[in-house]
């Protein structure tokens, strides 16, 4: 099977380059059933952020995928969620994810909490190789995207995949109007 491409971005198979990714991304990787519809492209770590990505490779915005980490509380048990939305949206975390939940109040897992936790880079955090306690929100416009360009887990690569590939994540759930 070809290697997805998107813009400008050069399509390297990920499988031979595990060292773009984060060791957990790296681990999930070698096990999903999907990683020969997976690119890795090596970027500048300073081009990490959505907006100059998109400027820099010529990519559609509508191309990007942004993972977000959420958390509230019920009970005093925390449930953490990521959630992937197109980056032309915000994940819709006071309604949707809050009652995703089942929580009173939902917000941002603090960075340094992501980032420790999940064993990615802030600006780099992707839906695979996640921890298995997470739930995964993945917006099901993107299930329609030919192809996606999402975080490695570090900021110097990102992952470009076939939007309907998230749905086969571990745990994903596809959600109606995630993104807002």
Known sequence: MALPVLGALVSLPVLD??????????????SWAHTDQVAVCEIDP??????????????????????????????GEERVAA????????ADVNT????ALDVRKASFLPMDRAVAESGMEYGGITPVGLPGS??????ASLMSAPVMCIGSGLRRSKLIVPGHVL????????????GR
């Open 17 to 30: 380059h595990l060292d773009l990714v984060a060791p957990s991304t790296a681990e999930a990787l070698r």
């Open 46 to 75: 300073d081009l990490a952020d959505t907006a100059a990505l998109t400027a820099a490779f010529d990519l559609p915005l509508e191309a990007s995928g942004n993972c977000v980490i959420v958390s509230g509380a019920r009970g």
């Open 167 to 178: 749905a086969d994540l571990p745990g994903a759930e596809v959600v109606e109007g995630l």
């Open 96 to 99: 949707l994810v809050r009652k």
């Open 134 to 139: 997470w739930r995964l929100l993945v917006d």
């Open 83 to 90: 959630c992937v939305v197109p980056a032309t949206t915000r």
